[in-house]
Nanobody, 122 residues
């Protein structure tokens, strides 16, 4: 079992940057592929980015490609999401999730964090 805790959210102006962190408990973190998702108010949860267990492969939603970077440090049991050039439409609750498969569908992920709010003002 994996427990996930996100941090790093907050209020930022458009064009600014934030780095989200997701700390995982458990000795098996390095065996999981990790994903970031977000859910804006009144909308469905959507895929943002994913990274393979080794960190060698990364995937991004078209809406964040070139602006967001996902990375992980298996020694620290942590996955990161560096968000640059933020836009008001990036405002959402951001969740990290763990899966034994790498996918964009939320249903493929077995473990979820509680989420962290990101608000981008115009």
């Amino acid at each position: 079992q994996v427990q996930l805790v996100e941090s790093g959210g907050g209020l930022v102006q458009a064009g600014g940057s934030l780095r989200l962190s997701c700390a995982a408990s458990g000795r098996t973190f390095s065996s999981y592929n990790m994903g970031w998702f977000r859910q804006a108010q009144g909308k469905e949860r959507e895929f943002v980015a994913a990274i393979s267990w080794s960190g060698h492969s990364t995937y991004y939603a078209d809406s964040v490609k070139g602006r967001f970077t996902i990375s992980r440090d298996n020694a620290k049991n942590t996955v990161y999401l560096q968000m640059n050039s933020l836009k008001p439409e990036d405002t959402a609750v951001y969740y990290c999730a763990a899966s034994h498969t790498i996918a964009a569908q939320p249903t493929s992920y077995s473990y979820w964090g509680q989420g962290t709010q990101v608000t981008v003002s115009s």
